[in-house]
């Protein structure tokens, strides 16, 4: 019998069933009709289509309304802004009222903040002092401004919601950096602490703006601390972003009342805009400060290290300064001290750092602080804003102000061309920056403003949905094109002759002070041995020495 043959079997086919491919495809399709009417509920996606006015490009005044439709925008929101503090206003004063009798006494408030150790020992200091010394009327009444600022700075914590958390900070040795006035206290505290532990106190200006970083309670604080023990030195941080004539006018100035040192602590940003200031370089400056410090601390002759505070405005160029004087330590030396986190930003600085250089010498980071000016006229700078939104466009352009908390740059273009209209060469090297033509309208007014950014906004691609120039961009663009000396300006010392009052009699600020302040520069000019190192004579010389030929 034949064996029976046994036919191979088919192979199973791979393929997926047509009933299988049909319910996914259901599926999906079902999935997305889903999707699809979940988006069309999103208040979200209505919002946004609402923004976008979808202008079509061929309309003839598209420009126009898309101009329009951003100052519509901008006053309502500066609308929204009024009300607001107009709200908070009404709600401190009502609060005040409310608290009338139950106004602490000032032993209390002493307790409560610190200050009464400090006032009895600036007392006790005080009574030390020899009354034939010359000095001694000028320690006095700058102890006196400084209690009147202590005073105006309680009162405004008084009115501050956030202080408790703060002093906590401040506490814990760590004051996190804010714009807003709700760290204004720990901000003191941090001030009052580096002037405290210095015996010398390095006042950081900006180059740029020596008297808009500058403020007379800092250094009326300064000279009522320790009964006048403690020494002051200004540093004119950042010249080379400034011409050879305008330092030498600003170094005349600024040594009428202490000695003052010009410094190029760090290198420029990238494509910043700066003047070549013959034999002021980095590593001389840093030198002749780091030889001054060595030679005070030689001649007071202390067992202990002598500290050296580094106290200024945020991004005036402190931890630059630090590091600058660590870098003139041999290669060893250096590697084995951390240098001071530097940075284009304000607020890099958080808390107050020490930095041992060696036994002589200590060094003392701190946080930037801005100083308010009070009702004493704190600041010396001669810009006084018109309004708070002007004030902190202010802010803004002294680089005081980390950008995050830069909710609308706008105002502060606006003054910088107001500022820059004032000198035409600079308002023409500033559109080359951006390679634009002259700016239409009137820059004074504000008028140029939108017309200037939504150009900048094309050039640099700030655009939004539907190609609409995003002005806010633009903006900060320009803020940091600023901060960076890549765009070029700068304030000129106030000339030495003074100003005619209504009177018709020329006064001089700080008249009465100024014979005092002679001496105080003379003395202490000896004792850091400046007198060789960029005094005026030579200061004035090698500025003068120094040529305005721009480098990239
Ligand atoms: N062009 C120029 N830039 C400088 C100079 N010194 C410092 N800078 C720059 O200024 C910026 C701020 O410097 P920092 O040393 O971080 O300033 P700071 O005062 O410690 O800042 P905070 O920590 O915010 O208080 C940095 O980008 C530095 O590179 C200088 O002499 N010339």
Redesign the pocket.
């Known amino acids: 019998m034949a064996g029976s043959i046994t036919k191979p079997k088919k192979p199973k086919s791979k393929r997926t069933p047509v009933r299988l491919r049909h319910k996914i495809e259901k599926a999906s399709a079902a999935k997305q009709r889903k999707a699809r009417k979940l988006a069309k509920k999103n208040p979200e996606w209505r919002s946004k289509l609402k923004k976008d006015p979808g202008i079509p490009n061929l309309f003839p005044y598209k420009e126009k309304l898309l101009h329009q439709i951003e100052e519509d925008r901008i006053r309502k929101k500066e609308e929204q802004q009024r009300r607001r503090e107009l709200a908070k206003a009404a709600k401190s004063t009502e609060a005040q009222k409310n608290e009338g009798d139950a106004h602490m006494d000032e032993d209390a408030m002493d307790e409560e903040f610190g200050g009464e150790d400090m006032d009895d020992d600036m007392d006790e200091d005080a009574s030390d002092i020899d009354e034939s010394n010359p000095l001694a009327a000028l320690i006095a009444s700058a102890k006196k401004a400084a209690e009147q600022y202590d005073k105006e700075l309680q009162s405004g914590d008084e009115m501050d919601d956030d202080d408790d958390d703060s002093e906590d900070e401040s506490d814990a040795g760590v004051i996190e950096?804010q714009g807003g006035a709700s760290s204004r206290r720990a901000y003191d505290k941090v001030f009052k602490q580096v002037v405290e532990q210095a015996d010398v106190v390095l006042y950081?200006l900006d180059a740029r703006d020596p008297e808009g970083t500058r403020s007379r309670d800092v250094e009326r604080a300064v000279m009522a601390a320790a009964g006048g023990g403690k020494r002051l030195i200004l540093i004119l941080?950042?010249?080379?972003?400034i011409p050879p004539p305008v330092l030498r006018g600003w170094l005349a100035h600024l040594r009428r009342f202490f000695p003052t040192l010009p410094?190029?602590?760090?290198?420029?940003?990238p494509n910043?805009h700066?003047f070549n200031h013959r034999d002021i370089t980095?590593p001389s400056t840093s030198s002749a400060l780091f030889r001054a410090l060595k030679s005070y601390a030689a001649s007071r002759n202390l067992k202990r290290a002598i500290s050296v505070g580094v106290i200024?405005?945020?991004?005036?160029?402190?931890?630059?300064?630090i590091?600058a004087l660590l870098s003139r330590l041999g290669g060893s030396a250096r590697n084995q001290r951390a240098a001071?986190?530097?940075?284009?930003?304000?607020?890099?600085?958080t808390s107050i750092r020490s930095v041992k250089i060696d036994n002589r010498l200590t060094l003392l980071?701190s946080?930037?602080i801005v100083f308010p000016s009070t009702s004493g006229g704190s600041s010396t700078s001669t810009f006084v804003p018109k309004n708070p939104t002007e004030a902190h466009a202010h802010l803004v352009l002294l680089n005081a102000i980390?950008p995050k908390q830069i909710n609308d740059p706008i105002p502060a273009v606006t003054l910088l061309l107001k500022r820059l209209a004032a000198h035409p060469e600079l308002m023409e090297r500033m559109t080359k920056v951006y390679d634009l033509p002259p700016l239409l309208g009137n820059p004074e007014s504000g008028d140029a403003t939108m017309d200037f950014l939504i150009q900048v906004a094309r050039k640099r691609g700030r655009l939004g949905r539907g190609g609409v120039p995003n002005v806010a961009s633009a903006a900060m663009t320009v803020v940091t094109d600023w901060r960076?000396?890549r765009i070029q300006g700068w304030t000129e010392a106030p000339s030495a002759v003074g100003v005619a009052g209504k009177d018709g009699v020329v006064k001089i600020a700080d008249e009465e002070v100024m014979a005092d302040q002679k001496v105080i520069v003379t003395q202490w000019a000896e004792e850091f041995k400046l007198e060789g190192l960029w005094g005026d004579e030579e200061g004035a010389a090698a500025a003068e020495g120094g040529n305005e030929v721009e480098m990239q």
């Open positions: 950096v950081v941080n950042k010249v080379d972003l410094l190029r602590a760090s290198t420029p940003a910043a700066t980095v200024g405005y945020p991004n005036v160029g402190k931890s630059s300064v590091n001071c986190p530097a940075g284009a930003e304000a607020g890099v600085t980071d946080p930037g980390p960076d000396g």
